[in-house]
């Protein structure tokens, strides 16, 4: 068949194209590389010698298709490591059951000592790439009786597969406005209980939960060298930072810290973190569960700048 001479077609091109690689060295001439290609396929295939493409490929770099860098036969320019070639080997007018047909297979290389570099490194195996379409002269042939047969069988799947599509999406259309149907009721009932609730002078208030660091004890991490030493830590994992006052780990949760400032004077660097207070406009009163306890509003740490001797 017409398909199998092309896959065998291109089978053979991407076999010459290796053996044009293999060759591609520093040093090589362009014309030896195209010659040793072209009398490997006169080895191989010498009735695709005549159809072989005048050359196979040119060299790219400051110009696409640089002129005087062409794989040609009477080309006798010396490649040179690190050169960039796109590499085009093809036959032309080739023929198979009396229709004509063209390949073409190529990359994109870089030349080096010994080979070259593949930078389009793809499959190029037929079955990989390959797409064959039945022709017209490749076509069984069928009554017309059997092709108005297989039309109106097919006429008549697409018809079940619309209806089908139709039903689907009239029941997904019902089921979603019931759900809203539902959600609608209950948003209008929870709305009339507040409001009834409101004009007997109840008003439902939601109890704010104490910011906790740590829900237990068992999750303070006693043992860490950080708080041994009595040194800031920062304990992501429950969104605190633990803090040394007179000689006790103290946590304190994320949100209740403002802001934090660093400073130098001299031979000392200050931290100074300011806290979150009753009557702060960054938190709410409700937050803090214990408004008549004495909160701190800003703690500063001073330690001495430690200089590298070597610096002076």
């Known amino acids: 068949k017409q398909w199998y001479q092309r896959r065998v077609a291109i089978t053979a091109g991407v076999s010459f194209l290796e053996n044009v690689y293999s060759n591609m060295k520093d040093g090589a001439t362009l014309s030896d590389v195209y010659l040793k290609c072209l009398n490997l396929i006169k080895e191989k295939r010498p009735k695709w010698a005549e159809n072989f493409v005048k050359n196979i490929g040119f060299g790219t770099g400051i110009e696409f298709r640089e002129p005087s860098l062409l794989i040609g036969p009477k080309n006798d320019t010396k490649l040179k490591k690190n050169m960039v070639f796109i590499v085009q080997l093809g036959f032309t007018g080739l023929k198979t059951a009396g229709k004509e047909y063209a390949i073409m297979v190529g990359d994109t290389v ?18 990989s790439i390959g797409i064959f379409l039945k022709g017209d002269d490749e076509e069984e042939e069928v009554d017309d009786d059997e092709n108005i047969m297989d039309n109106l ?18 029941g997904n259309d019902a089921t979603r406005k019931e759900h809203q149907r539902k959600l ?12 009834s609730a409101n004009k007997n002078g109840v008003v439902s208030k939601k109890k704010a939960k104490a910011i906790t660091a740590y829900k237990n004890i068992a ?11 009595l040194r800031i830590m920062v304990d992501k994992r429950h969104d605190a930072v ?13 949100s209740v810290i403002k802001n934090v400032s660093k400073s130098e004077e001299g031979d000392y660097v ?16 409700a937050d803090f569960p214990y408004p008549e306890a004495t909160y701190m509003k800003e703690i500063t740490y001073r330690s001495s700048i430690r200089k590298d001797p070597s610096s002076g």
Do not use: C, W
């Open 242 to 254: 633990i803090l040394p006052i007179f000689g006790i780990p103290i946590p304190f949760h994320i």
């Open 153 to 170: 069988t097919r006429q008549s799947k697409r018809n079940t597969v619309l209806e089908n599509k139709l039903r689907y999406e009239q």
């Open 219 to 229: 999750n303070f991490p006693h043992n860490d060298n950080d708080i041994m030493d």
């Open 270 to 285: 200050y931290l100074r973190i300011n806290l979150n207070v009753p009557g702060s406009t960054m938190m709410k009163d």
């Open 110 to 127: 870089v030349v080096g000592e010994s080979g070259v570099n593949v930078l389009t490194p793809s499959k190029k195996k037929i079955r």
């Open 184 to 195: 609608t009721e209950q948003l209008n009932k929870e709305a009339r209980e507040r409001l």
